[in-house]
């Protein structure tokens, strides 16, 4: 309940924070968008992980306002880029189950979208399996509007948990976000590499854009690169930054 308490009071008064993770294009080396996570800087606990306080903003009904929170600041912080002059192709935010319930969600995103003077396909929106295996009835037409409004839809996590291929069939998702585990694998079970190739494969034949997550080393990249995956991300290329850092790390990027 104090936990409950401190995340209330750190939603209104800035405790909360966006770092942004770089998603790469292999085959050109430019930037694809950059995928915002959200940090708990608590004044006395320290810091504590989004994977402890967004099931606890899930359970005590905060989800709705981190989650508006998290897509103001991204759009916002997007659109300072842009006046600074870099040029950050889209940003992407992670949403949960919870928040496909709500129908208000996919106007709440045009306004947040419109008042920073954005375009849908600015915004990638990141979402689980676990989302669509909840097969809440309004879950699939919250999925549509946004898909109808052009904010693009990205299936995280993807050969987790209970992936149905169907999902790919019946929504309109356009990017696969293959798992992380199966990169930390690939340099050493074969199987891996066979399920990255045939993900990709099936990712590709679709028409949608494949990501590989969680690349840590240069030979994963390698992997990858061979196989033909177009867009990567990982502390290989770089880790998750607070958004003050990415000037320098662009520049770097040359
Ligand atoms: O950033 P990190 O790898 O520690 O994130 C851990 C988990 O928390 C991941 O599953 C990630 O998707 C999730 N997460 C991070 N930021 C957000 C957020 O803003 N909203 C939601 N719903 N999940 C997030
Ligand atoms: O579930 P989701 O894919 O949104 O989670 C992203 C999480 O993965 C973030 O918490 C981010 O910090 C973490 N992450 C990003 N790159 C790497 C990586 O190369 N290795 C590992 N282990 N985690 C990563
Ligand atoms: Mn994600
Ligand atoms: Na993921």
Redesign the pocket.
């Known amino acids: 309940l104090a936990l409950e308490i401190a995340l209330r009071e750190a939603l209104q008064t800035g405790g909360l924070e ?2 942004y993770q770089p998603q790469i294009e292999l085959a050109v080396g430019r930037l694809h968008g950059l995928e ?3 940090r708990w800087q608590h004044p006395t606990l320290g810091t504590i ?3 402890r306080f ?1 099931p606890l903003a899930e359970e005590c009904g905060l ?1 709705g306002a ?2 508006r929170w ?1 897509l103001e600041q991204a759009c916002g912080q997007l659109a300072k880029w842009r006046r600074e002059g870099l040029a950050v192709p889209a940003v992407a ?4 189950a919870s928040n496909f319930h709500n129908l208000e969600l996919p106007t709440l995103v045009e306004q947040i979208l419109e008042r920073h003077g954005l375009q849908p396909s600015d915004l990638y929106v ?1 979402l689980t399996e676990s989302t669509l295996l909840e097969d809440h009835s309004s879950t699939l037409q919250t999925i549509e509007r946004l898909h109808d409004l052009g904010v693009r839809l990205s299936l ?2 993807f050969g987790t948990g209970y992936s149905s291929l169907s999902y790919l069939r019946r929504l309109p998702i356009t990017e696969l976000k293959l798992d992380r585990s199966f990169v930390a694998d690939l340099e050493h079970a074969p199987m891996a590499r066979s399920l990255s190739a045939a993900i990709l494969g099936i990712g590709t034949s679709l028409g949608l854009t494949v990501v590989a997550e969680g690349v840590e080393t240069v030979a994963q990249k390698d992997i990858l690169q061979a196989q033909g995956y177009p867009v990567v991300q990982g502390y290989w290329f770089a880790k ?1 930054m607070p958004p003050q850092a990415l000037p320098a790390w662009m520049a770097e990027q040359g």
Do not use: Q, R
């Not at 935010?93 to 949960?96: A, D, G, Q, R």
């Open positions: 966006l770092y915002a996570l959200a992980p989004p994977d967004i989800i981190l989650s998290v935010v992670n949403l949960s990141e995280d996590d998750p």
